[in-house]
Nanobody, 127 residues
């Protein structure tokens, strides 16, 4: 079992930045691939970023590439999502997720592949 708790959400003006954190507890954090997803009202959950268990590989969709950066600290059992150049279209609840992976370089992007989810943190970007 892995428990995930997100923090760092809030209200920011367009063009601003936020850094989300995802603190993990339970089994060895370094054995899990991590991902960030978001869900806006009336929309499906959307993939935002993913990182391998080693931290050496990352994947982003085009909608956030160049603006968002996912990272992890396997000593502090925490994953991060640095979000820059935010726009109102980024407004959503942001969730972190974890999945056990054997391959240290594997990056998981599908939400259905993740076993563990945090409760979410609200990000609101005003125009």
């Amino acid at each position: 079992q892995v428990q995930l708790v997100e923090s760092g959400g809030g209200l920011v003006q367009a063009g601003g930045s936020l850094r989300l954190s995802c603190a993990a507890s339970g089994r060895a954090f370094s054995g899990y691939g991590m991902g960030w997803f978001r869900q806006a009202p009336g929309k499906e959950r959307e993939f935002v970023a993913a990182i391998s268990r080693s931290g050496g590989r990352t994947v982003y969709p085009d909608s956030v590439k160049g603006r968002f950066t996912i990272s992890r600290d396997n000593v502090k059992n925490t994953a991060f999502l640095q979000m820059n150049s935010l726009s109102p279209e980024d407004t959503a609840i942001y969730y972190c997720a974890a999945v056990f992976v054997v391959d240290p370089g594997a990056v998981v992007v599908g939400p259905k592949e993740y076993n563990y989810w945090g409760q979410g943190t609200q990000v609101t970007v005003s125009s």
